[in-house]
């Protein structure tokens, strides 16, 4: 009897181990203790947060490169590819070549950077030329008239007025311009002639009657220069003929 009621217990215990092992397998009974266990598979698979740290200087450990930023930037700009900055410089060039071509400052010709000579000519009669050379070293202009005076005489001889150029005389270095001088009248019509001895030439401005610098005194023959009231100059000329024409 009691024979038999140690195997029915020991066939309850067997019973009782199989049930618990079909538990485990189902996902029941005692493996829902093991679900709290991290997934090996699923923390491998998934990314670290990166960190947020600031790093020495106070910059967080994620953040972009500045280094490298700045990088770019440099070669955007000096490849000519970033926003503007190749024509930007080409706009640069382009505004200093058209400030070089600009308007130039005004330089007259006057006693200080030329030579001057007076000489009479035999064709047309009782007419004289005025010679101007630039012995400077830059271009200089002749503006309007010479101013003309002999000796002391109080009164300025009037310029011809069809003789007036459409532009100002210029004068590069080593180049000359011309005046026309009519000293007296051809018919003998003229008042109060007299010889000079003396000639002093005058140089204008950029305005009419201003001064334009230092006069220039040529020399004259040594038996002087007769002149009367018709004594007249033309503007100045670019050619000896223009100057000798009126």
């Given at each position: 009897m009691r024979t038999s009621r140690l195997r029915l217990l020991a066939a309850a215990g067997i019973t009782l181990a199989t049930l618990s092992l079909t538990a485990c397998q189902d996902g029941t009974g005692t493996a829902d203790e093991g679900s709290g266990r991290p997934d090996a598979t699923a923390t491998a698979d998934t990314p670290t947060a990166p960190s947020s740290k600031p790093s020495a200087d106070g910059t967080p450990s994620n953040a972009p490169s500045q280094a490298g930023a700045g990088t770019d930037g440099d070669k955007a700009s000096?490849?000519?590819?970033?926003?503007?900055?190749?024509?930007?410089k080409e706009k640069g060039t382009g505004q200093a070549k058209g400030s070089d071509d600009g308007p130039r400052t005004f330089a007259a010709c006057n006693g200080s950077n030329t030579t001057v000579t007076a000489q009479p000519v035999s064709r047309p009669v009782n007419h004289m030329l005025i010679t101007v050379k630039n012995t400077g070293g830059k271009l200089c202009d002749l503006t309007y008239y010479p101013v003309?005076?002999?000796?002391?005489?109080?009164?300025?001889?009037?310029?011809?007025?069809?003789?007036?150029?459409?532009?100002?005389?210029?004068?590069?270095?080593?180049?000359?311009?011309?005046?026309?001088?009519?000293?007296?009248?051809?018919?003998?019509?003229?008042d109060g002639g007299t010889t000079g001895q003396k000639l002093t030439v005058g140089f204008q401005g950029r305005t009419p009657n201003s001064?334009?610098?230092?006069?220039a005194i040529p020399s004259?023959?040594?038996?002087?220069?007769?002149?009367?009231s018709s004594l007249a100059v033309t503007y100045w000329q670019q050619s000896m003929d223009d100057a000798l024409t009126y």
């Open positions: 000096s490849n000519g590819s970033g926003s503007g900055s190749g024509s930007g003309l005076r002999f000796d002391e005489m109080q009164w300025v001889p009037q310029p011809v007025e069809a003789s007036k150029p459409q532009a100002v005389v210029s004068l590069n270095p080593g180049e000359s311009a011309y005046a026309g001088v009519l000293l007296s009248a051809a018919d003998g019509s003229g001064s334009g610098g230092p006069s004259l023959p040594a038996k002087g220069v007769y002149y009367d």
